[in-house]
């Protein structure tokens, strides 16, 4: 499987959107600080992420969400994603 994921900075409320094909040491990844691009905005939390077979459809949802358009679709669930992590009503794998 292939996956494009969105994680939030607890500190900073900012997004980083990404695609990876293994989703859980990809997060690891991120949560040791190995990744330059999110490196400075530690902690990070999985808020989002979809499935898809190919690594290209995961590329092309990745570029959605980062288009202006995408972007809009991201902010208006962040009052709704913040709100079910800091109440802690999210599901944990």
Known sequence: M??????????????????TRDLRQRVKEHDA???HS???????????YEASW?????????????????GRYLKQRRTSWLTEIRSGKLERH
Do not use: H, M, W
């Open 2 to 19: 292939n996956y494009c994921y969105v994680l939030v900075s607890e500190r900073a409320g900012n997004f980083y959107i990404g695609s």
């Open 33 to 35: 600080g190995r990744v």
């Open 38 to 48: 999110t490196a400075y905005r530690c902690p990070l939390r999985l808020v989002y």
């Open 54 to 70: 190919s690594a290209y459809d995961a590329q092309r949802r990745e570029r959605y969400l980062k288009s202006r358009r995408g």
